[in-house]
T-cell receptor, first 109, second 112 residues
Framework: GENVEQHPSTLSVQEGDSAVIKCTYSDSASNYFPWYKQELGKGPQLIIDIRSNVGEKKDQRIAVTLNKTAKHFSLHITETQPEDSAVYFCAASTNDMRFGAGTRLTVKP | DAMVIQNPRYQVTQFGKPVTLSCSQTLNHNVMYWYQQKSSQAPKLLFHYYDKDFNNEADTPDNFQSRRPNTSFCFLDIRSPGLGDAAMYLC???????????FGPGTRLTVL
């Protein structure tokens, strides 16, 4: 089955800096790669996703890149703000979605 | 607004006392999922319904059962909760597989 690894497990940045979270997956059949943000006490919320026929996707301060050959994808957040502080999960989907272990991002004012 | 609703938000039960968690959706999605999430861990898929077809994960304990009486509702039954079952339980929906999943706010289960 699919195995998703996510790094780093914790990330602390200064407000205004960029943050990068990286994930690798094992199943070459995976073709859908979402990123979720989970705030304390809430369910995960989709922030951006990418499909395997696209190499990069951007939505304002958030971008995701996908390298299918290397089986890895990354989340980039620019101009970070304190409200970006949360746990971020990557996932890879074939028939089922498998989540990475999560990255706790802290943005210091 | 279309959404995924979970009730209750907090549930306390006693060791071995059956408990049922509820999920409803107004998105009219055909797939519904139940995840278990323990502290500082990723959500772990327990099972899902694709329309009326039930799909159990291989490592989901028999203690966990699910019912989907109609498109809108899905229930998680824990027959004999143990201390290790204390967790956040998340319901999610999607239109087909390999698509965005919409999560509810979760039910935090405490087992005394």
């Amino acid at each position: 089955g699919e195995n998703v690894e996510q790094h780093p497990s914790t990330l602390s940045v200064q407000e205004g800096d960029s943050a990068v979270i990286k994930c690798t997956y094992s199943d070459s059949a995976s073709n859908y790669f979402p990123w979720y943000k989970q705030e304390l006490g809430k369910g995960p919320q989709l922030i951006i996703d990418i499909r395997s026929n696209v190499g990069e996707k951007k939505d304002q301060r958030i971008a995701v890149t996908l390298n299918k050959t290397a089986k890895h994808f990354s989340l980039h957040i620019t101009e970070t703000q304190p409200e970006d502080s949360a746990v971020y999960f990557c996932a890879a989907s074939t028939n089922d979605m498998r989540f990475g272990a999560g990255t706790r991002l802290t943005v210091k004012p | 607004d279309a959404m995924v609703i979970q009730n209750p938000r907090y549930q306390v039960t006693q060791f071995g006392k059956p408990v049922t968690l509820s999920c409803s959706q107004t998105l009219n999605h055909n797939v519904m999922y139940w995840y278990q999430q323990k502290s500082s861990q990723a959500p772990k898929l327990l099972f899902h319904y694709y329309d009326k077809d039930f799909n159990n994960e291989a490592d989901t304990p028999d203690n966990f059962q699910s019912r989907r009486p109609n498109t809108s509702f899905c229930f998680l039954d824990i027959r004999s909760p143990g201390l290790g079952d204390a967790a956040m339980y998340l319901c999610a929906t999607s239109r087909g597989g390999r698509n965005e999943q919409f999560f509810g706010p979760g039910t935090r289960l405490t087992v005394l």
